[in-house]
C-alpha cells in the first residue's frame, strides 16, 4: 500500500484526485493550508464562518470562505465555500456532506477553525471557558466524528479509503499559556482526540495527526506582535502561515502512509515531532506509602527528573 502511495503521489501534483475540507480556511493558517492544498492538485471545501477573532460575529459583508474558494478557482483550481459552523452537529454533517455531494468524496480534513478569549484564570468568565472549548474541542470532535462515519461505512462496504485527519493544537496545548486556560485546555484535549482517533480508526485505512504550529495569523499577532512581526529587509519570514502549509498538505496526502497518532510542532523552517507525556524517575516501594514517605520519596524524583518545560508567558 505505501509503494501504491507513492505512485499516486507522483502524479500531478501531491494531492492530485483527493478532496479536502479545511475548517477556518478563510484567513490565516486555514486559507494558507486550503491554497496549499490546491496547489498540489486537490479539490477543496473552504470552510469558514466568517467571525472575529473572538467568534463575535463579523460586521464586514461578504464571507471569507467565498472569496478563499474564488481565488482557488481564479488560479485553475476546484473550490467550494462551506459557511457552517462544524462545532454543530448539523454544521459538522453539512460539512461532509458538502464534499460528498459537490466532488463525490472526502479524502481528507483539516480541522483548524477556532478563536481566541484570553484572560487571566480568576477573571476567566464560565461563557469564555464554554465558547473557546466549544470551538476548538468541539469543532474537532465533530466534523470529525462524521468524516469518520462516512468513512468507516465506505471500509465496510469493500472501499477501504486512504484517508488523512490533520488536527490543530499548539504550543500552549503542549506547554501551557499564561492568560489562556481555556485555550490551553482546549489544544491539550486536541491531542488526546487525536491519539484515540488514530488508534480506533486505523482499521478503516484512517490515519490521524495534529500540528502545533507556531505562526502570525489574527489569533496571534495581538498577543504577540512584536515577535511575529513580519521582516522588511526581505529576509526569511519565519512566522508566515505558508510556512506551515507543507506539513500539512503532506500529512493530508496518500504519501503519508504509515505516519498517524503523532504531534507535530511547526515553526518557520522547522518540523519536530513531539514525544509526549514519557515515564520518568520511578519509585516503588511494594507495599502503600505513608505521607510521609511520598514526599521525600516525590522530592527525589522531581530532582532527579528533566525540568519542565517553561508556560508560555511565565517570567
Partial sequence: ????????????????????????????????????????????????????????????????????????????????????????????????????????????????????RDRMLVNLTEDEWDAVLRVHLKGHFLPLRHAAAHWRAEAKAGRPPRARVVNTSSGAGLAGSVGQANYSAAKAGVLGLTLV????????GVQVNAIAPAARTRMTERTFAETMAAPTDGTFD???????????????????????????SAEGGRITVMEGWRPGPTADKGARWSPGEVGEAVRGLVAGARAAEGVYGAG
Fill in 197 to 204: 482517533a488514530a488508534a480506533e480508526l486505523s482499521r478503516y
Fill in 1 to 116: 500500500m505505501a509503494e501504491n502511495a507513492r505512485k499516486e503521489a507522483a502524479g500531478a501534483g501531491l494531492c492530485a484526485g483527493r478532496v479536502v475540507a479545511v475548517t477556518g480556511a478563510g484567513r490565516g493558517l486555514g486559507r494558507a493550508h486550503a491554497l496549499a492544498f490546491a496547489a498540489e492538485g486537490a479539490r477543496v471545501v473552504v470552510n469558514d464562518l466568517g467571525v472575529r477573532p473572538d467568534g463575535s460575529p463579523a460586521a464586514e459583508a461578504g464571507g471569507p470562505a467565498e472569496e478563499v474558494a474564488a481565488e482557488i478557482r481564479a488560479a485553475g483550481g476546484e473550490a467550494v465555500a462551506h459557511d457552517g459552523d462544524i462545532a454543530t452537529p448539523a454544521g459538522a454533517a453539512s460539512l461532509v456532506a458538502t464534499a460528498l455531494g459537490t466532488f463525490g468524496r472526502l479524502d481528507t480534513l483539516v480541522n483548524n477553525a477556532g478563536f481566541v
Fill in 238 to 264: 519565519a512566522m508566515a502561515p505558508e510556512n506551515v502549509s507543507p506539513l500539512v498538505v503532506w500529512l493530508g496526502s496518500a504519501a503519508s502512509e504509515g505516519v498517524t497518532g503523532r504531534i507535530f
